[in-house]
């Protein structure tokens, strides 16, 4: 086990630059998720890792190990490709084997390692089997036992589980998890899933357009967002971003999101704001934020009333959309609180967990 070090890492294409000055430190044992939308360039930062995409300027380290001029076969790293890659005309357990035989090992401890892989993984019943007679499921654990028959170093990860179906894709992502924390090697995992992300990473790297936009714990992100769009893009349903301008009411301060739509700002974030010279902002609430006012005859510096326009029940609980400054947001609701159609509905936002952001940086405020 190792850990990985990349210095003002950059991929360039020509004049299009793909990765830009990505600096990272990844400890021993750890497991990182690089997520981002398609196009971010995270699949190229993890290709160079691997040594399948040259480093155009700075450095990749591996235990200290500069490796940006050793071949991907000498880099001591086991990678799983989203398609599998298995060899169609081997069985299952020549697929295990296979890297071991390219390195003349010897036919009784390449068979020991086969069945040591395949008894972790749940294999041994397969080992006859060619992939063509394997699910999306098997195919993917003969690819993660052909990773971890090698013992690498570091594991890299490029998307393994997008072609699986949603049920198969959480139970890999658990077995892949446990699997690493057994083990404990250094592994970089790509996915667009927020998600998988948050679920399976000690520390998640956010990128957009080739630059790091946050790196931190999946709590972290998720409730300490750096910007915006690390907001709206980590969490499930996501954020909704509104627009809004600070209202001046006597000592206190409102969030004016439209006409009779509201919010206190507490005392210790609208003085930040007015020191900084804040007027107009853009506003992130997460569902869990927002909820059905259920005191009767009462009142709230922090509720708006809006019609219901949809609801999307979830079992435990269900997701009312609702109008707050003209636009669709989703608050958290008790299943069967309120139905499609209902009429000008109260509810109350949390003023406290409200994200701040600058209207057009993006940048979070206080």
């Known amino acids: 086990m190792a850990g990985l070090t990349l210095r003002a890492v950059e991929k360039r294409f020509g004049t299009v630059v793909a990765v830009k000055a990505v600096d990272l430190e990844v400890a021993d044992g ?27 300027s700075g450095q990749i380290l ?49 068979a020991r390692r086969v069945a040591d892989v395949a008894a972790v993984l749940e294999l041994d019943t397969l080992l006859h089997r060619k992939p063509k007679a394997l699910s999306g499921g098997q195919r993917q654990r003969v690819a993660l036992g052909r990773a971890l028959i090698r013992d690498p ?16 894709r959480v139970g890999m992502r658990m077995e892949i998890r446990k699997l690493q924390i057994a083990l404990r090697t250094t592994s970089v995992y790509v996915t667009h899933d927020q998600i998988e992300a948050m679920t399976m990473a000690d520390r998640i790297v956010v990128l957009r357009q080739g630059e790091v936009q946050q ?12 910007n915006s769009f690390v907001g709206s893009f980590i969490g499930s349903p996501p954020m909704s971003l509104l627009p809004a301008s600070l209202r001046q009411d006597g000592e206190a301060v409102r969030l004016a999101f439209g006409p009779e739509q509201e919010v206190l700002l507490p005392a210790a974030r609208a003085e930040a704001l007015r020191k900084a010279g804040v007027e107009r902002l853009e506003v992130g609430l997460r569902p869990e934020h927002v909820s059905l006012f259920t005191d009767e005859g009462g ?38 609180s309120v139905r499609v159609g209902d009429r000008a509905c109260r509810f109350e936002v949390d003023a406290e967990r409200l994200h701040l952001f600058h209207l057009e940086t993006g940048a979070a405020l206080v």
């Open 299 to 336: 009142t709230s510096p922090s509720s708006f009333t809006s019609d219901v326009v949809l609801v999307e029940d979830h079992g435990a609980d269900s997701m009312a959309v609702v109008s707050l400054g003209g636009r669709d947001i989703m608050a958290r609701v008790e299943p069967g």
């Open 62 to 110: 591996l235990d200290g190990r500069n490796l940006n001029n050793v071949a991907p076969r000498d880099r001591d790293m086991a990678m799983v490709f989203q398609d599998y890659a298995l060899y169609p005309h081997m069985t299952v357990a020549e697929n295990l084997g296979f890297a071991l035989k390219m390195r003349d090992m010897p036919p009784d401890e390449i």
């Open 30 to 56: 750890e497991f990182i998720v690089l997520v981002g939308p398609s196009g971010c360039g995270k699949s190229t930062l993890l290709r160079m890792i691997a040594g399948l995409e040259e480093v155009t």
């Open 215 to 226: 790196i931190g714990t999946p709590m972290d992100i998720y409730e300490k967002p750096a």
């Open 153 to 168: 170093e570091l594991f890299l990860f490029d998307e393994p589980l997008s072609n699986l179906d949603a049920k198969l």
